[in-house]
């Protein structure tokens, strides 16, 4: 039911909106007097659509930040991702040597049914030859409407000619589960990078490989997650939280209160469980994680929060655009706001997470200050948890910035880090397969060669990227990491990226030490407390 009021609110009530709502005689005479004389008298020819949107995005700039006019192109693109597909050949790709690289076909899609493998080269879609094409155009050549068909050329490692494959497109899954796996004896572990509409699927797989392992403890990552479906929030808050609890309400001048509260029975209702955040974490994964902090359910790890707590509605234009309105804020069970100030303006708003840096914050949790008026109390212990921009977690765990520098940023940011990699595992995937049959032998025994660091270097000398020795020494051990990490995902799973990275992860390596009961000084119903 709760969900048919939804569709209701986000659908039908917007329609009726726009139906109703006039501007004065006065009001509608000024704009059209700008409209006309813009049209009609400005110095150079005026595309009107365009000053029509810019007028659309003009009056919004001075709402909320996160009140947004989206064209047509874009509403549809971003329903893609909430809504969890999209139509198209289902490859994953990167661009290597301006040439399209499949670096994954995801399973049971058209590619994969066809014969398309990882590593092939992509050089040609229907007639279109793409090599050294911008990766928008080439989206846009290989997605299309389901059941459609695309030709495709292919270069592939050991055959002398290309290789012609016709491809049926067919809807595209996104999943939002990165992956999920037994990280320690006994401890579960599943990593959302976003709230989609199969989010709550995809955990209800992933729980189940992970019960029938036994587990005992579980760890919830939403690091990074900028969140998504208000719904899909809800409904994994729901697997944790017993019937009839709060999970979070929204109110607006214009909107009543309105509360989700968990509505089954869920299949962690009682098992241990930690939730880790960070900066990046927002909107739906603050609902998460703040539902399970006020309720004293989880032991929330990390940073604090983004602070995303308002509410936007869709509101669908004639001609396919999307007016994404600021409707109300989420509050938490307990009353907390979550969202962060924004009256300086949305420069000063975007910036936010630097001020946080150059603060030191997310170094030093003695650098977040809060009034009293922000403080609040969980609804069955009675600690204290803050609101009024972000979820505080109730173990810090700062960031560690000693390994990153301008070298690693610059390598990282224009692709030569990735090139690298790729052109060292050109001719050497079989080998090292051959050598470690499965992913554990491969994060056991397999260390990384020293030809990759030269070729690093060299690189970057082409790429015109200062090398500072001290700079390279003092990022060579997040750089060797990361290169086990993308080897290993292109050799095996995509997940097992994050099983090489979680073993260095501060924070992760935390929230187990903290399911171990390793840290005598925080339990799992402690306030808030730094752990270093």
């Given at each position: 039911?709760?969900?048919?009021?939804?569709?209701?609110?986000?659908?039908?009530?917007?329609?009726?909106?726009?139906?109703?709502?006039?501007?004065?005689?006065?009001?509608?005479?000024?704009?059209?007097?700008?409209?006309?004389?813009?049209?009609?008298?400005?110095?150079?020819?005026?595309?009107?659509?365009?000053?029509?949107?810019?007028?659309?995005?003009?009056?919004?700039?001075?709402?909320?930040?996160?009140?947004?006019?989206?064209?047509?192109?874009?509403?549809?693109?971003?329903?893609?991702?909430?809504?969890?597909?999209?139509?198209?050949?289902?490859?994953?790709?990167?661009?290597?040597?301006?040439?399209?690289?499949?670096?994954?076909?995801?399973?049971?899609?058209?590619?994969?049914?066809?014969?398309?493998?990882?590593?092939?080269?992509?050089?040609?879609?229907?007639?279109?030859?793409?090599?050294?094409?911008?990766?928008?155009?080439?989206?846009?050549?290989?997605?299309?409407?389901?059941?459609?068909?695309?030709?495709?050329?292919?270069?592939?490692?050991?055959?002398?000619?290309?290789?012609?494959?016709?491809?049926?497109?067919?809807?595209?899954?996104?999943?939002?589960?990165?992956?999920?796996?037994?990280?320690?004896?006994?401890?579960?572990?599943?990593?959302?990078?976003?709230?989609?509409?199969?989010?709550?699927?995809?955990?209800?797989?992933?729980?189940?490989?992970?019960?029938?392992?036994?587990?005992?403890?579980?760890?919830?990552?939403?690091?990074?997650?900028?969140?998504?479906?208000?719904?899909?929030?809800?409904?994994?808050?729901?697997?944790?939280?017993?019937?009839?609890?709060?999970?979070?309400?929204?109110?607006?001048?214009?909107?009543?209160?309105?509360?989700?509260?968990?509505?089954?029975?869920?299949?962690?209702?009682?098992?241990?469980?930690?939730?880790?955040?960070?900066?990046?974490?927002?909107?739906?994964?603050?609902?998460?994680?703040?539902?399970?902090?006020?309720?004293?359910?989880?032991?929330?790890?990390?940073?604090?929060?983004?602070?995303?707590?308002?509410?936007?509605?869709?509101?669908?234009?004639?001609?396919?655009?999307?007016?994404?309105?600021?409707?109300?804020?989420?509050?938490?069970?307990?009353?907390?706001?979550?969202?962060?100030?924004?009256?300086?303006?949305?420069?000063?708003?975007?910036?936010?997470?630097?001020?946080?840096?150059?603060?030191?914050?997310?170094?030093?949790?003695?650098?977040?200050?809060?009034?009293?008026?922000?403080?609040?109390?969980?609804?069955?212990?009675?600690?204290?948890?803050?609101?009024?921009?972000?979820?505080?977690?109730?173990?810090?765990?700062?960031?560690?910035?000693?390994?990153?520098?301008?070298?690693?940023?610059?390598?990282?940011?224009?692709?030569?880090?990735?090139?690298?990699?790729?052109?060292?595992?050109?001719?050497?995937?079989?080998?090292?397969?051959?050598?470690?049959?499965?992913?554990?032998?491969?994060?056991?025994?397999?260390?990384?060669?020293?030809?990759?660091?030269e070729k690093l270097k060299i690189n970057a000398e082409n790429a015109k990227i200062e090398i500072k020795p001290?700079?390279?020494?003092?990022?060579?051990?997040?750089?060797?990491?990361?290169?086990?990490?993308?080897?290993?995902?292109?050799?095996?799973?995509?997940?097992?990226?994050?099983?090489?990275?979680?073993?260095?992860?501060?924070?992760?390596?935390?929230?187990?030490?903290?399911?171990?009961?390793?840290?005598?000084?925080?339990?799992?119903?402690?306030?808030?407390?730094?752990?270093?």
């Amino acid at each position: 039911m709760k969900k048919l009021v939804l569709f209701l609110i986000f659908c039908i009530i917007p329609q009726f909106f726009f139906a109703q709502l006039t501007l004065s005689p006065e009001q509608l005479k000024k704009l059209n007097q700008v409209l006309y004389s813009i049209k009609n008298l400005y110095v150079d020819t005026i595309n009107e659509a365009q000053v029509v949107d810019n007028a659309i995005v003009g009056m919004l700039e001075k709402l909320d930040p996160h009140s947004v006019y989206i064209t047509a192109k874009e509403a549809k693109q971003a329903n893609e991702q909430i809504q969890g597909s999209f139509e198209g050949v289902g490859i994953q790709f990167q661009m290597f040597r301006d040439t399209l690289l499949v670096m994954q076909t995801i399973s049971g899609c058209p590619s994969e049914k066809v014969g398309i493998v990882m590593g092939d080269k992509i050089i040609q879609v229907d007639t279109v030859n793409i090599v050294k094409t911008e990766t928008s155009k080439i989206m846009k050549l290989l997605r299309g409407p389901r059941g459609t068909k695309v030709s495709v050329k292919v270069v592939r490692n050991g055959v002398k000619e290309p290789i012609d494959f016709i491809i049926t497109r067919d809807k595209i899954p996104i999943y939002s589960l990165e992956t999920a796996y037994e990280i320690a004896d006994g401890v579960g572990y599943i990593k959302l990078n976003s709230f989609s509409a199969t989010t709550l699927n995809e955990f209800h797989k992933a729980f189940a490989e992970l019960k029938a392992k036994k587990i005992k403890q579980l760890i919830l990552d939403l690091q990074s997650n900028g969140g998504g479906l208000l719904n899909a929030a809800t409904e994994l808050a729901d697997e944790f939280l017993p019937d009839k609890k709060l999970i979070v309400y929204t109110q607006g001048e214009h909107q009543r209160r309105m509360e989700f509260d968990c509505e089954k029975k869920g299949v962690w209702e009682k098992g241990d469980l930690v939730v880790l955040v960070d900066e990046y974490s927002a909107s739906a994964s603050e609902i998460v994680s703040g539902a399970l902090q006020d309720w004293d359910r989880a032991v929330i790890v990390g940073r604090r929060t983004f602070g995303k707590g308002l509410v936007q509605r869709g509101l669908n234009l004639e001609d396919g655009s999307l007016l994404r309105l600021t409707v109300a804020r989420y509050y938490t069970p307990s009353g907390r706001n979550i969202q962060k100030t924004y009256g300086d303006g949305k420069d000063k708003y975007q910036k936010e997470l630097l001020k946080r840096m150059w603060s030191g914050e997310l170094q030093n949790s003695d650098s977040i200050s809060f009034s009293d008026s922000l403080k609040y109390k969980t609804l069955t212990q009675g600690r204290t948890v803050y609101g009024g921009g972000g979820i505080m977690p109730d173990v810090f765990v700062p960031l560690d910035t000693t390994k990153f520098t301008n070298f690693h940023r610059n390598v990282v940011a224009k692709g030569v880090f990735n090139q690298t990699i790729m052109e060292f595992l050109e001719n050497r995937k079989d080998s090292i397969k051959n050598k470690y049959a499965d992913f554990e032998a491969f994060n056991k025994n397999y260390s990384i060669p020293e030809i990759i660091f030269e070729k690093l270097k060299i690189n970057a000398e082409n790429a015109k990227i200062e090398i500072k020795p001290e700079q390279y020494k003092k990022s060579l051990p997040l750089i060797t990491l990361q290169t086990k990490a993308l080897i290993a995902r292109n050799l095996y799973e995509s997940g097992d990226y994050y099983k090489v990275m979680n073993e260095q992860d501060a924070t992760v390596q935390k929230g187990l030490e903290i399911l171990k009961g390793k840290n005598s000084t925080v339990s799992k119903n402690s306030p808030a407390t730094e752990a270093r």
